[in-house]
């Protein structure tokens, strides 16, 4: 399967974690994001549909709407 390089925003601690991980484990997360997006491609469910999952999801562990604005704005 050919490969490509994308940029991805993350916060702070994940680009710090994965910049200070193993190269094993750096590639163990590309798979991983890879088999994510993937998933969600294939998906019979609407994008907004997912969308809507991971923002109860996140709603559920704590993410506020005014949280939420804060790291969008933390440049």
């Given at each position: 399967?050919?490969?490509?390089?994308?940029?991805?925003?993350?916060?702070?601690?994940?680009?710090?974690?994965?910049?200070?991980?193993?190269?094993e484990?750096?590639?163990?997360?590309?798979?991983?994001?890879?088999v994510?997006?993937?998933?969600?491609?294939?998906?019979?469910a609407?994008?907004s549909?997912c969308?809507?999952?991971?923002?109860?999801?996140?709603?559920a562990r704590?993410?506020t709407?005014?949280i939420?604005?804060?790291l969008?704005?933390?440049?």
């Amino acid at each position: 399967m050919p490969v490509a390089t994308i940029p991805v925003r993350l916060d702070a601690d994940a680009a710090r974690f994965y910049t200070s991980a193993s190269p094993e484990i750096q590639n163990k997360l590309r798979i991983l994001l890879s088999v994510w997006l993937r998933e969600i491609a294939s998906s019979t469910a609407a994008l907004s549909a997912c969308m809507d999952e991971i923002s109860a999801n996140a709603e559920a562990r704590g993410l506020t709407s005014d949280i939420l604005a804060e790291l969008l704005n933390d440049d």
